[in-house]
């Protein structure tokens, strides 16, 4: 289960995600966006995913698409930060990346 709530405030668009964005939810997340979206006028974007309890292939895509709009991320826990981390990471341009686990 997924709650999407929206906030609308001058200047910022929020949607507050609680619980799993993954597998059927996601497809509401992206319509919702749209909707959200289509009668706007290029407001700060973010996506609060202080509730999110999993994130699944499907939903990383998402929030990587997301973030190609524009849209800023709030995260709390590590895996949520992590996830973060890795969609909003710029491409590497051939350099080497070292891992959490590298010694």
């Known amino acids: 289960m997924l709650r999407i709530t929206v906030h609308l405030k001058p200047g910022a668009l929020t949607f507050q995600l609680e619980g799993r964005l993954a597998g059927p939810w996601v497809p509401v997340l992206q319509e919702c966006w749209q909707s ?45 930060r992590a996830v973060v981390a890795e969609i909003t990471r ?14």
Not at 44 to 54: E, I, K, M, N, P
Request: one cysteine or more; glycine letters at 16%.
């Open 36 to 80: 959200a979206l289509a009668g706007q006028h290029e407001p700060g974007l973010r996506v609060d995913l202080t509730g999110v309890t999993a994130i699944d292939a499907a939903g990383r895509t998402c929030l990587a698409a997301l973030h190609r709009e524009g849209a800023e991320f709030i995260a709390a826990d590590c895996l949520t």
């Open 90 to 103: 710029p491409p590497s341009g051939g350099a080497q990346e070292r891992g959490c686990s590298d010694g």
